[in-house]
């Protein structure tokens, strides 16, 4: 008997494009989706209860590791673009994370990307990240084989 | 019997316009003049013996507190630019810059501008700055009528 | 008897500060109330029936020409702020900006400034603004002494 | 007979970390080291001579494919560090480059990395870059197995 459809949380972000974001080739520099992302990972832990200024206050942060954008189709000024993410992975000390960025009106797929991140302390140590946000993450993060 | 012209120490920063400063009009957007502008700002205080990272060790920032800028022609990406700063005034909990940004190759003013700051504790409170760094800070700033 | 209050068109723009946008001290950097101003000026074209990207579609810009930012209160990570811009002035070749940052929460004054601009053609050069704009902006402009 | 080593040109940019490229965690927000990278890149063409603006001003540009970066040890405000880029790939319409950021006192790799390129013209689409800078990127490019 074949098991469910893991039921995935996806987070929609959307973001209208900012002029500053723009560059002399008229679309947006890729810096920018660097930043998109992590505002798309922020709205994804506000969406999971747990803010990530919750986490900072606690003395933790998800430092990144490592980042991954593969660029599709430009973004320009002028339109509102939305950034959808993941939780793909969760361990005790990380997580990773995958983004989608979209055209609000088209759907056009822009870039696509994942980071990788640690949990650190203040020093910037690699600690557990506190058990009540790894529950969060782990009951919303894409359940392979389930 | 003519006044003799006051000393003025202006630091002189050359930087290389970069690609991802510039926006879609094809000029480098106006908000990097307020980076180039700080970045002048910690050049001069590392010019006069007293770096900025050694006053952010002991508990203090000079928050800025007023900014203005006048923009008088375009930088373009593939040019590089000289910010010049000067201190002109000095008080115990604060100082006011002045600068220039101007094109390397032809001296073109780009811009020119001020900067007002307060010295402030971790915690962002008013608190007058180190001694030492005022006497510094007084030395190399403009003399007026003196 | 006593003239009615002149009408005057604040449009509110609200804006998630992201993380990217703190620096070392903890708060927000300066530089990035410069964007956010753009932002509040820009949804402001949008208010009035003439979005900017309609601007430069028909090859003209908003240069800026002057810049000014008093900073009050430090905005912080976590927080929602609103960008209110008003139209202080216009001109056949140029206008002008009035703009106040809060908090969204608290109502707290976080900074407020103005930006100067004139209209420019694809080369650079000053040149009148679109009849129909010029109409537009004045009709939401601020009417002293009407 | 053993082959000689492949002679592999490595471009070296120093650049001074800006205050307004920290975070709240104390560090260089991690979308800088995207700007840093393309500065490598910059300074790269510029050493093989065929400036970038060169490559403009002819209606060519690199577009940005792909990005992968892997984040080892954090830079601080106050320190200088070292872009070290390298040609990798080189195709008649793209190209590979890599890079490694390097604490400049301490030699210590703070990140690498990589980016892939397609030359497009000015309205976007894939085009051959010209053949002058094919030749120079391609004697400048790792040869591998030769």
């Known amino acids: 008997m074949p098991e469910p459809t ?11 494009v900012r002029f500053a974001e723009t560059d002399a080739m008229g679309i ?17 832990l506000e969406a999971v209860g747990y803010p990530y200024p919750q986490l900072a206050a606690r003395g933790f942060a998800f430092a990144v590791t490592d980042l991954h954008i ?14 959808h993410s993941e939780l793909v992975e969760v361990r005790s000390r990380g997580c990773r994370f995958h983004y989608q ?3 609000a009106d088209t759907d056009t797929l822009l ?11 203040r020093d ?8 009540e946000l790894q529950s969060l993450l782990q009951s919303s993060a894409v359940r392979i084989g389930s």
Chains 1, 2, 3, 4 share one sequence.
């Open 70 to 83: 593969r660029y599709r189709s430009a973004a320009r000024f002028g339109g509102q673009v939305i950034v």
């Open 111 to 121: 870039a696509e990307g994942e980071t990788a991140h640690i949990c650190v302390d």
């Open 6 to 16: 893991a039921k995935r949380l996806a987070v929609a972000l959307p973001l209208t």
């Open 124 to 131: 910037g140590r690699a600690r557990c990240m506190p058990t």
């Open 101 to 103: 960025v979209r055209q």
């Open 28 to 44: 947006v520099h890729h810096s920018n989706y660097v930043v998109w992302f992590e505002a798309g990972r922020i709205a994804f």
